[in-house]
């Protein structure tokens, strides 16, 4: 009787992990969805408000001072 409970106990154990471990996936999923489009999002505003083309050049003329 007592193995027949730590077996079931066994089995019901391991049935929740496989559920967590799903659930983990799908979160991990959704965090990376997330991040791509918060980063696609700022990439765009940055390219239209040419941020990206101001800071590229002072960093190039920064390093063209350093250099020279």
Same mark, same amino acid.
């Given at each position: 009787?007592?193995?027949?409970?730590?077996?079931? @106990?066994? @089995?019901?154990?391991?049935?929740?992990?496989?559920?967590?471990? &799903?659930?983990?996936? *799908?979160?991990?999923?959704?965090?990376?969805?997330?991040?791509?489009?918060?980063? &696609?999002?700022?990439?765009?505003?940055?390219?239209?408000?040419?941020? =990206? *083309?101001? =800071?590229? &050049?002072?960093?190039?003329?920064?390093?063209?001072?350093? =250099?020279?």
């Amino acid at each position: 009787m007592q193995t027949r409970t730590f077996h079931n @106990l066994a @089995l019901r154990r391991n049935s929740l992990r496989a559920e967590e471990r &799903g659930q983990s996936t *799908a979160e991990y999923a959704m965090v990376i969805v997330a991040a791509a489009v918060i980063g &696609g999002l700022l990439i765009s505003f940055l390219t239209k408000t040419n941020v =990206i *083309a101001a =800071i590229f &050049g002072k960093v190039v003329s920064f390093v063209m001072k350093s =250099i020279l």
